[in-house]
């Protein structure tokens, strides 16, 4: 139903470099028709040349969607592109980190309806998560479309408000870059063990990867999962004694870590 509004009406995507191109890949792949999509975007990539959308050709009158996917320090030279289409039907959704729906309805008008939403880059897979949140003029219905167009990229949670935007740019926004410096620390912890840096870093990323996997398709809490590969006394539990040490262990080194990516957000967003 919310895909079909897209469909007969259009969307324009303003702006496809990495997300934008994993956002609208996930559209195509959910049968929005190319054929519904406007695309301005002055760099573009041979496959966004070559996949049938209209590209940096106008724009419909009253399209479905407007989604902002342009870097941040871009969005003031790049938005008004679009400012005719505010105060209208169309709902604006933003991926730009940092930026307050306050900006858009300073440009767009108060009365455009307008999602916020924070992907993450494992969207280019499609298990990326999304959280969204909205401002008073979109509707339950735009809430609705906003999170079908981002669940084509993975999973979507809907935020109690902006409020919470810090929060969840420090936990899944930038959580991808924090995984991978673990897979890091570990191969760089099995070369200390003498492994060689090859087969170090193909261990930690393969178990990265694979335990990242259970995760996803086991039912179980992620505590649940330690616990079954802890035996008492055993390898892991002589690990977890560091890792999960109160005053120097993972946590309160990954609680300052998110402390610091949130006081960052609300520096940048000001
Ligand atoms: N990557 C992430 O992990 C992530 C996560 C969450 C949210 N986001 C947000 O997603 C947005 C896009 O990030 P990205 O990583 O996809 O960046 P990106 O790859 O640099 O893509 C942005 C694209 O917008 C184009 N652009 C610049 N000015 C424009 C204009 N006036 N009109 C139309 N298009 C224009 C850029 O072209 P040029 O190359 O010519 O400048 C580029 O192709 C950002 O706001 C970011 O905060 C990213």
């Known amino acids: 139903m919310a895909l079909e509004r897209v469909s007969q009406n259009g969307l324009v995507l303003l702006g496809c470099g990495k997300m934008g191109s994993a956002l609208l890949a996930g559209w195509l792949a959910a049968g929005i028709p190319a054929a519904s999509v406007w695309v301005l975007e002055p760099n573009p990539s041979d496959w966004l040349r070559g996949i049938g959308v209209h590209l940096n050709q106008g724009l419909p009158s009253s399209p479905a969607v407007a989604l902002l996917a342009v870097k941040p320090q871009m969005m003031g030279a790049a938005l008004p592109a679009l400012q005719a289409l505010g105060n209208g039907a169309t709902l604006f959704i933003s991926i730009a980190a940092g930026t307050a729906i306050a900006t ?44 079908t167009l981002m669940q084509s990229v993975g999973q979507v949670v809907a935020l109690e408000g902006e409020h919470q935007m810090d929060a969840v740019t420090a936990v899944s926004g930038s959580g991808p870059a924090y995984v991978f410096y673990m897979i890091e620390a570990l191969a760089q912890a099995g070369v200390s063990q003498g492994l060689s840096g090859d087969v170090a870093m193909q261990l930690a990323r393969a178990t990265v990867c694979g335990a990242g996997e259970l ?41 300052r870590a998110v402390a610091a990516a949130a006081a960052r957000g609300k520096e940048l967003s000001q």
């Open 104 to 147: 858009f309805e300073a440009v767009l008008g108060a009365r455009t309806p307008i999602v916020r939403a924070m992907p993450n880059t494992p969207a280019m897979v499609g298990r990326g998560i999304t959280g969204l949140c909205a401002n008073a003029s979109a509707s339950a219905a735009d809430m609705d479309l906003a999170t």
């Open 215 to 255: 995760a996803f398709q086991s039912p179980d809490p992620a505590a649940q999962l330690r616990i079954n590969v802890t035996s008492p006394g055993g390898t892991t539990a002589a690990a977890l004694a560091y890792l999960m040490d109160e005053g120097n262990g993972l946590s309160p080194l990954m609680a």
